[in-house]
Structure formats: C-alpha cells, structure tokens
C-alpha cells in the first residue's frame, strides 16, 4: 500500500518507515499538517499514521481535511497519550483505528492487515451494488400521471421528517420502491432500510426475526439474535404488508411506535431503539379494524401519512414510458439488439388492464425479450393472455343480471374510464375507502 506518515518526531518516523518498508509497503513522510496535505494533494495514498501531537499542531484537527483531499484515506491515530476519550474523538473524526506507543511491527502488521480485510469487503460491496443495478431496472420514479405524482410528492415531502407513513395499494404498484425512496432523501439515508416481510413466518418466528430472541429462549435457540429492529438502528425499519401482521405482535408494534422500547423473546431486559417506521398495505385496514382483526390505535399510528400509490390500468401516461424503459434495460442486460414492440404488441400492452400492476409489467417484458427472435417484440412472445379479448360485461338496466354484477360491472368500467381513484370515487358518489372494499370485495 502507499502509506504516508505524519509525526513530528524524526526518529520514529525512520523506525515505523523501516518497519513499513520491510513489509513492502510505499511510504512518504511529512512532519507537519502543511506537509502532509501537500503529499495528499498531489499523491494517492491508502493508509495515514497520524500522530495526535504534530509540534504546536492537534494532528486530530487535521483529521478532517486529510478525508476531504483523499475520501477513504483509512486514517491510523498513533499517541504516546492513549485515553479512551482520545479514541473515541478519533474515531468520531473518522478514524478508522487507533494504535497507542509504543507499538511494534507485528502491532502494525495486524492494523495494516485490518485496513486490507476492509478493502476487499468495501470492494465486494462495491461489486454487490453493480451487480444488483445490472439485474434490476433502475428506479424511474419520474411520472406524467396527476394522481401518482401527488403521491410522490406527498411521500417526498414527509421524507426528511420522523413522521411514520402508511403507504397504500394493490400488489405490485411499487409500495416497497417508494419506500426506499423515502428512506434515502430521509436524514437517516446513511444508516440501513431494513425490511419484515409481516406474511411471511408464524407469529412466534416473526417476533424473534422483528424483535431477536435471546440464547435458549425456544428450541433450536443455541444463540442469540439481534433482531431487524436492532440492525435496522438508526435507520428505517420498513414493514411490508402490515394488514398481514399476527394480532400478538400488533400491541408489541405499537409499543415500539409510541415508546421505542422492545423486548427480545426470550429476555425481561427493556431495549431502546431509534428507528424510523414506514409501512405498507394493500389490504384495506379500516375494514380490518371493524372486523376485529386489526387495533385501532395501531392504525391510528401508522397512518400519520396515508399515501395511496394507483394502480398501473390508472397510470395509462406512464405506461408507455414504462414499457420502453424496461425493454431497453432487458435488452441489454441479455444483449440482444431490440429496439422496440411490433404496432400489435404495443397495442395490446397498452390495452391490456395489469392487474399485478409493474410486477407484471416486468416479468412480461423480460420475457418478451428473451423469446424475442426479431429486433422488435411480438404479441407471440408476451404471454397468452396479455393479446386475449376480453369480453365486457353486458349492463343492462332490468336485465338478467344480480344487483352485485350490475354493481360490479359498473364500477369496473368507471374505473378503466377514469384517470385516478378519486375520480371514480366522486363519479360513484363513495368515498375511496369504500371504493376500494368493494374492488378487494369484486376483485379487481
């Protein structure tokens, strides 16, 4: 590595370079903070030696700039004045260690072997991030459609704040997308978005992985666990498909909303924790409140901001775009020269109403793409029933027909009709919460 070492005193300086040098490492001297960030100006380095007293100088005060002329410089803070408040100070200043005299080689050799192992995991990381960007689309959160910008530009505004948020919609819409955005414009984006799939695991499993459980509290407990409250410390804890959360877990949740304490399963000890909760839903939780199976005061504390994401059938402006952003991003990722649908294809995505919403969407782009023998995809290579006829309902006032498929078939078209749920809303002379029961109720 290319190591510059800052310290005032010319004897160590030669001792710690002949140590460094023995173990094949690049190393540039500087006496004093000019002379240091004189090197770093014009130099790449890896690691600094940093002593705390540099003559009249506080080496930590220059702490600060040494990171600003080279970001990820690792900084080692060496002193003859070792105290755990020195530490820490350096620590908070961004050191990444701190190695007291008088120290040897062998000491230098583990931190500098530290600062390599942190390297590498920063390069995996690294790594990790490109390969998720080159297997998911990146997020196109810019939109033409009134309703689902008012909807961002609500969530964007409430995202700096602590205010917890509900957000609502049918699978698919992209609930957990927004959330991520909230979470990175949030003044917690450094720290992790942490998510609990509430659906996913019995009540008992989803206590121990949302709240982590200590060693022996059940069977097969041989250690213990944090908990994603605990990972998620500092951050934002995202609880996906709340409607779905267990009734023994919902007075623990609420808890943890109003009080920010938890326990482990398994532990009397009361934690503390500071987190921020976002929330999603596509079941309609007023209804669940009323048959019982949902706390009120819970939904009361969720819903501080209730934003509710359309469907795509709702969002015919961004379709389009959202088409060709996922074909250009499919074809390339499989290296095929496609550059667009054939006039059937397009019509019939246009058409066709998404009821799993950009969930679907993706999944039959990238399978058109695959399939795609041509430079344009067909209908033939989008799946079956996406190009099908739908037949429509026949209304009929006195006709054949029961008061529920009347009902049915008349909100179905309102809604293909209209530009956003509130509009359909207002034609139907209901407000949206009994709209959507009754969609949930009908199914679409």
Wanted: one cysteine or more.
């Amino acid at each position: 590595m290319n190591i510059l070492l800052i310290d005032d005193d010319p004897g160590l300086r030669k001792s710690i370079r002949m140590a460094l040098e023995t173990m094949n490492h690049k190393v540039t001297e500087a006496r004093d903070s000019s002379e240091a960030l004189d090197n770093l100006a014009h130099g790449l380095f890896d690691v600094a030696f940093l002593d705390v007293r540099l003559g009249k100088e506080r080496g930590l005060d220059v702490l600060p700039d040494l990171l600003r002329l080279t970001p990820g410089l690792a900084v080692v803070v060496i002193t003859a004045y070792a105290t755990i408040e020195i530490a820490v100070d350096a620590m908070r200043r961004g050191a990444i260690d701190f190695l007291p005299k008088p120290f040897t080689p062998a000491e230098i050799r583990i931190v500098l072997d530290r600062v390599s192992r942190l390297r590498r995991l920063q390069s995996h990381v690294e790594e990790l991030e490109e390969r998720v960007k080159s297997i998911f689309p990146e997020v196109d959160l810019e939109t033409d459609e009134p309703s689902m910008r008012q909807a961002l530009d609500l969530a964007f505004r409430a995202a700096p704040t602590e205010a917890t948020i509900l957000l609502r919609g049918e699978s698919g819409t992209g609930k957990g997308v927004v959330a991520r955005a909230i979470h990175a414009r949030s003044q917690r984006s450094e720290a992790p978005f942490v998510t609990v799939h509430c659906p996913s695991l019995s009540a008992d499993l989803l206590e121990s992985e949302m709240f982590g459980h200590a060693r022996g509290a059940f069977t097969g407990a041989v250690l213990e666990t944090l908990g994603k409250v605990a990972v998620a410390e500092g951050g934002t804890l995202f609880l996906d498909e709340i409607g779905d959360l267990p009734p023994a877990l919902q007075p623990k949740l609420l808890r943890l909303l109003q009080d920010k304490q938890y326990e482990r399963v398994g532990e009397a000890r009361t934690r503390l924790c500071n987190i921020r909760i976002l929330a999603a839903t596509n079941r309609d939780l007023q209804a669940a409140v009323a048959a019982g199976t949902f706390r009120e005061d819970l939904l009361y504390r969720l819903n501080v901001f209730e934003i509710f994401l359309p469907p795509l059938r709702q969002r015919r402006k961004d379709l389009e775009t959202l088409i060709d952003h996922l074909l250009q991003f499919f074809a390339r990722q499989n290296g095929k020269g496609i550059k667009g649908f054939t006039a059937e294809a397009r019509a019939a995505v246009m058409k066709y109403p998404w009821p799993g919403n950009v969930r679907e969407l993706r999944n039959a782009i990238e399978r058109g793409v695959i399939l795609a023998t041509s430079p344009e995809v067909g209908l033939a290579e989008l799946p079956a029933q996406i190009g099908a006829e739908r037949p429509q309902p026949v209304m009929e006032v006195g006709g054949a027909m029961t008061l529920e498929q009347l009902e049915s078939a008349h909100i179905q078209r309102v809604l293909e009709n209209g530009s956003s749920l509130e509009e359909a809303s207002e034609i139907l002379g209901i407000d949206p919460s009994t709209l959507y029961r009754k969609r949930k109720r009908y199914g679409f």
